[in-house]
């Protein structure tokens, strides 16, 4: 999946603290794979974009819980987004069971 950010997928809006962004991330992610018939435990890769390091701490727990079934590789990369209100941008790859 390509990389995903964290507007409320029914308003469009972007929240303004990087934890909802991620939860909304997470919600989206987790849709995307259902539809494929994977989930969460079938990601093999995960990459974190967010232009704040400092962002990622708050997020890890969301993060981990998603992800602790999986154990995927990762990679957090520290760059701006096209929108300046996105404070987190997930992409993954998971192999379809």
Do not use: H
């Not at 409320?8 to 992610?29: F, H, R």
């Not at 990459?47 to 890890?60: E, K, Q, R, T």
């Amino acid at each position: 999946m390509s990389g995903c950010t964290g507007g409320d997928p029914a308003s469009g809006v972007m929240p303004a603290d990087v934890e909802t962004q991620c939860a909304n991330t997470l919600a989206k992610i987790e849709r995307a794979l259902a539809e494929a018939g994977a989930g969460f435990p079938d990601v093999v890769r995960v990459s974190y974009i967010l232009p704040v390091a400092a962002d990622f701490a708050p997020c890890w727990p969301m993060l981990r819980a998603a992800f602790e079934g999986a154990r995927p590789a990762a990679t957090m990369i520290v760059a701006g987004l096209i929108d300046p209100a996105m404070r987190i941008e997930i992409e993954v790859t998971a192999r379809v069971p």
